[in-house]
């Protein structure tokens, strides 16, 4: 096609020399991008020379050939979806006249419109250069759009009123940013975000392969001293903080949030999206089903407890044979293992493909997972608070001929899924530790595992859109990711490692993530620096401790403080001495921060009736006791302006070099670990195992489980295992009454007590408040 | 401020008067439009005389008064909240030179900028009555928006393969439409949608509003002959037809779907998608999640379940005055009734608004609802096939003292509240229905509901979303709503109303609305006509009865037909006879419908293996059977272009007039209903009652739930209650084994023979093939 070759050098070589080293510096930067000219045609005659674009040029060409009797629509279709290949940067029609109507070239997108000069006088070949022009500049335009974008944030402005008004009608009373505003003012691309409805956005991980030579921001922990029972505010001091950061010093920054479950919503707690002016919005959004994550986790968990028990009843009612015919049946004469059976062959050490070769040996072997009732861990879970769950028999109808058992369901943030959900970098990640997860033991005491049930594939397909973090805004319209939510005793209470990974590089170099960990310090924290991290290869700034001085009076010795009881006199007046006495425990938390390397910033989240000498008197022991600064907080009555001195803090505070440690090795034994979380964070003398605890370590080592870090499951309300122990308790012997696994999540979890993992409805649950207005669809009685 | 209104009567009174008459016009027309300026300004003194626009002109004016120091980020803020209020028209900003830059001019939406002119030479007056001008202009514009809009449907071009692909790869290699560009070809406003990813979108009931001038459009049932346990492609059917009427006839369609469970996805069944060439895609997302409506459904059933359970341990552990104390607590220092309390007070005939006037007798009535244990009705759900859930004990830990009690779980779907979903017609009226759901009884015998519970309103707030359609698209990018799908025989087995009736006004008065009704119809068309029409007060046009060669061959006395056995021969060679004798099903599933007055399409789903002689044959009985039309269809292997003719059959045949009817009248006694429906539709010679059916029937009677319709609870695989009775039985006897109600949706069910609320898991399920690529995020081995 290429009629004058030497002319062509003559004239336009420049051009052409011009393109090359342009697609060659973008091919150098950018290896994996192949810059891409698609054109549509009607015929086989090529008007652009296709070979002279490729060879001469280096572009890579894409012929689209429609027949002749082709419609209008058709064409349109095309370009269509051209303009969403995302491999195509160029489209030129080369189309007869009648063909090229105002509807066809106006379906093109403008960024990947590349039509030359058509006038008659230009040979095509010139044509064909200045379309390579075109594509290599939208290639380069495409490159740009790739890079990481300065944020355009436009705060949305907040006038507290004062008394402060319920939760719900502060959220209610502003109106959030449409999420795909908020997306683009942080630097996503649009084909980065799938919507919600209007106020909430999934964001896809593809992100982080976008942004990976972007530097990380400064990633800053929330924790708590020990707490009442009421909370002492780390959801909202971490939103107040965002808000500052965001809103009020310009500094880009994200609050990662853990998902609540909705059972306590609707029974003692009510929602979680922090509270007063500092708020996730819409609150309602954020405490109901949110983007459906909580869901697709208990049908995940749901599906392999019902593989587990009929996979028991099947077992129990057939022959090796029969098992073997109906797991492997013959489809259209063929007999074949499915991939994740030929899997489960490799595991067994059978290095066969034929199903017909196996031997009756490996046939019951391979048939036979030979669970043991007994011995069966996994348990099902419900997003309610139903207590007369919490212990059931199952299995009683006569369909299932008797293999009743005895178990229970656990409230769904309970389930291992959802700790691996936290816990995950990515969808392989996911799916292959979702075959890990042991659901018990068959009757020789070897675990049996969800790879084992064939159910992997299916778990990472309900799984597939809850591993995408979602995308909200706070009262002051700035970022937040809510993703994961696991429990923090049985789990390690903190969101995923994923939204904080998409929050780092979003935020930017100068930017700050605010992550939180639930509990105290001795626990969230703990398990922040010594698991997450340690998955994540993550390391942290700054831990902000929020304290009040309600819980500093508490562990002072002041009353028992509960919830639904009006608070003791003490907690209401000045007393200066609880106070100072209290500070014992603010000072110890100060302490195991720094046994990480980490400075803390004490962050005082003050109530109406606490005083000015109690706030200063908190600041002065704060930084007496090793923290590098100590500041009141507004948030919850002034929105971020009442947080602007805990952000300044913070900046200064997270650009000082640390020193971040692990305090284990993951090689250390099980009751090493153990000890030295018992030892150095709780300060108890020693740990005493069970023989319960003494065998499943043993087990545990005898499966190769030993290199995990511990998860402990401790009581949130004392440094020790004794809930009424406040302060600083000192001379105890740790008791260890049992330990588990989670092996899909990666973690080892010693019980320490009886853990709930199902709350219960009081007699007068939050749902009497709640309700919608049929006509506004408004709320009610959310708080 | 009207410096000179003589002068300005003189030389604008014209302009003045236009706008009185087209502004009065406007209302007459739109009474509940108030046609709106907003105009913003930084200071009190008034550049536009508001006065005069309103009280001449008569628009409402809405002044919004920013302090001088505002910034003007401050101004744009306010701005963008106009932009979005739908009560404003128009936008003026009447502010100092210095705000108004050009960020600022350009955040007025174009629609609603209705600036004037600024020549220094015009009068005050002169600029207002241009604003108003413009106002009222962009009024009239968004009252045209606010119309029917014809449909611009871009149909996708599909190109069948042959051998046909599975149902995955099908769905896989076509690329849906972003749904918002499917919504604005069907006339969608932008605010009536709620995306969710790219491919679905919920839709706003409000569009009912919008559009309720519109006549309906023509309203399609899809029913079926009684079937082989393997389906006889209801769903293809209808969607291929859809898919012929809208991409092929150019006659706008939509078709209406229920939701599937997500249990038989991983179990037996597969997915519901439809099936070849006539599907709903991407099916994975129609399979799995979809908007989460089910998980909603699950999560309301449980709460009231978690409800029932802590309520009676409440009651039994405390007295009375502890009861009450917690119901009604004092919140500082004050107790009142909620308001749902205060319903039920009424409905104990207590007209008492003060917690303190209450007698101890009264305090008991309202404090205890007795439920009796043995007679709570309400059963848990999962929407996972879990057999071993089909009868537990719940309660047996510790913690629940002893108030251990034999229970069960159905599937999700089973819920009376996807019931109530399928046939509210909106939020007001789904509250209610929730409300009035009877949960089990008391000791005396009286019905306890969700409303004695108080736990209405967090239905109702779970269920906020879940009662919005999903729109989809088919794979030529038809419109598809995707809405609910209770059970086809403890309930009614039809999508929603509401899909239905969004549905009828968008396709417009010559278009058609394709809905489908679950099972036989004898079963599914009998409670579409009964139960949905009667509810829904819409009338039906036209059936289409889909029958295939295998099932009228089966009717006819061919061999069993079993789920994952190889068909028999006779089902795979042609066999006149046994097909001419199957159509005696045929046959009487007409003369169903016509019992109706409606009358019939029928559509044979024509499999690879009927002959021509075999088809030919089926159509001419079914033409001498009644049926207005009969033709084959093909839309599994070649799509809408495959059920054409099925489509020009139903545009002829829904043309005519016809006289539907009820069957029953709703004041015939229950007994009376039962017999009519078993005689007429069945055809047997009479029913039978057992004592618990006869004790029911007057326990019914007594409540005042007499008067409800009946949704027979019957197998799908024959006409009689005898699955192995093919073709059509006669002198039977109806056995009702038991009645049971669910006065929220609303209807009386008896149960003829015992019917499966939870099925399981075979010994090799769906599972084993399901999996998700981590690279490419592509799903294999869903079907």
Redesign the interface.
């Known amino acids: 096609m290429v009629k004058c070759a030497i002319c062509v050098h003559l004239i336009y070589s420049d051009i052409v020399q011009k393109c090359r080293d342009e697609l060659k510096a973008i091919r150098e930067t950018n290896p994996d991008l192949k810059p891409t000219l698609a054109i549509i045609q009607v015929c086989l005659c090529c008007y652009i020379p296709a070979d002279f674009v490729s060879t001469q040029i280096g572009l890579n060409v894409m012929q689209i050939c429609l027949p002749r009797q082709c419609t209008e ?2 064409v ?2 095309e370009i ?2 051209l303009n ?1 290949d995302s491999r195509v940067h160029g489209i030129f029609l080369h189309l007869p006249q009648s063909f090229l109507s105002r509807s066809v070239r106006n379906a093109i997108k403008p960024q990947k419109d590349v039509d030359g000069c058509h006038f008659e006088v230009f040979t095509e070949m010139f044509v064909a250069v200045v379309i390579c022009q075109h594509v290599v500049r939208s290639s380069r335009r495409w490159i740009q759009e790739q890079q990481y974008q300065p944020w355009r944030l ?4 907040l006038q507290p009123l004062s008394p402060v008004p319920s939760d719900i009608e502060i959220s209610r009373a502003q ?1 959030p ?1 449409p999420i795909s505003q908020l997306a683009q003012e942080i630097g996503l691309l649009p084909e980065e975000l ?5 106020t909430k956005a ?1 964001v896809h991980l593809s992100l982080l392969n976008r942004l990976q030579h972007q530097p990380n921001g400064k990633y800053v922990l929330v924790a708590g001293i020990t707490p009442t029972p009421l909370g002492e505010g780390k959801s909202t001091v971490t939103t107040g903080l965002v808000q500052a950061l965001s809103a009020h010093l310009k500094l880009n920054s994200f609050a990662c949030l853990r998902q609540p479950s ?1 059972g306590p919503t ?1 029974g003692v707690k009510g929602g979680a999206a922090g509270g007063g002016y500092a708020q996730v919005i819409p609150m ?1 959004e954020f405490n ?2 949110l983007t ?1 994550d909580i ?2 986790i ?2 995940a968990n ?2 392999v ?3 587990i ?2 996979r028991i ?2 077992e129990s009612t ?1 022959s090796d044979k029969a ?1 073997y015919r ?2 492997v ?1 013959s489809v259209n004469g063929v007999r074949c293992f ?4 030929m899997a489960r062959l490799q595991r067994l050490g059978i290095n066969k493909s034929d199903p017909s070769d196996l031997t009756p040996e490996e046939v019951r072997a391979f048939v036979r997972l030979d669970l043991d009732p007994e011995k069966v861990t996994w348990q ?1 879970v ?16 006569n ?2 001929k008797g ?1 009743a058992r ?1 178990t ?1 369901f656990d409230i769904a943030v309970a389930s291992e899924i959802m700790a691996i959900l936290a816990l995950t970098d ?3 990640d ?2 292959a530790r979702l075959g890990r997860m042991v659901v018990g033991s068959n009757r020789n005491g070897q675990p049996i595992t969800a790879d084992d049930l ?5 778990l ?3 799984m ?2 809850a591993i995408k973090p979602t995308l909200m805004q706070t009262l002051e319209g700035t970022p937040v990711f809510v993703h994961a939510g696991p429990f923090a005793n049985i789990a390690h209470g903190n969101s995923s490692v994923l939204a904080d990974k998409l929050a780092l590089k979003l935020v930017g170099e100068e930017g700050f993530v605010v992550t939180e960990a639930g509990f105290g310090a001795d626990i969230g924290m703990e398990k922040f620096f010594n698991i997450k991290c340690r998955t994540s290869g993550l390391k942290p700034d700054v831990v902000v401790l929020v304290a009040t001085v309600r819980a500093l009076k508490m562990h002072g010795g002041g009353p028992n403080v509960t919830a639904g009881v009006p608070l003791p006199k003490e907690y209401i007046n000045e007393n200066l001495q609880l106070v100072a006495d209290g500070c014992s425990n603010l000072k110890k938390q100060i302490q195991i921060a720094h046994l990480f390397g980490v400075p803390v910033v004490v962050a005082l989240n003050v109530f109406k009736t606490d005083t000015q000498a109690e706030i200063e008197l908190v600041c002065r022991i704060a930084e007496a006791s090793g923290a590098s600064a100590a500041v009141q907080c507004h948030h919850w009555s002034r929105g971020g302006r009442g947080s602007v001195e805990l952000a300044q803090a913070v900046k200064k505070v997270a650009s000082q070099k640390n020193n971040f440690q692990f305090l284990y090795n993951l090689q250390d034994s099980i009751v090493e670990k153990i000890r030295t979380i018992a030892q150095k964070v709780y300060g108890a003398d020693d740990i005493e195992l069970s023989p319960e605890a003494q065998a499943k370590i043993d087990y545990y080592n005898q499966q190769g489980f030993g290199a995990l870090p511990i998860c402990m499951a401790k009581t949130h309300l004392s440094l020790s295992h004794m809930p009424e122990k406040k302060g600083v308790p000192t001379g105890f012997i740790l008791p260890i009454r049992d330990i588990r696994a989670s092996i899909g999540a990666g973690f080892i979890y010693p019980l320490v007590g009886t853990m709930s993992t199902m709350p ?13 207005d ?2 506004t ?1 408004e ?4 708080f």
């Open positions: 629509d058709e349109i279709d269509l979806r969403e436009r705060p949305l402005k109106t940013k799938e919507a919600y409805g209007n999934k909705q609707f309602e109901l089903h459906g869901h697709a208990t049908a749901n599906l407890a019902a593989a028990d009929a009843l099947h057939q098992l109906r797991l049946p499915s991939p994740i059976q099902r419900v997003d309610t608070n139903d207590r007369f769950l919490r212990k059931i028999t199952v299995g009683q109808a369909t299932e293999h005895q229970q990515g969808l392989a996911m799916r064939g159910v992997t594939g299916a990472a397909v309900l597939k859109d219960g409805l009081p007699t007068r649950p939050c749902f009497y408040d709640i309700d919608l049929p006509v669809e709320i009610k009685g959310l």
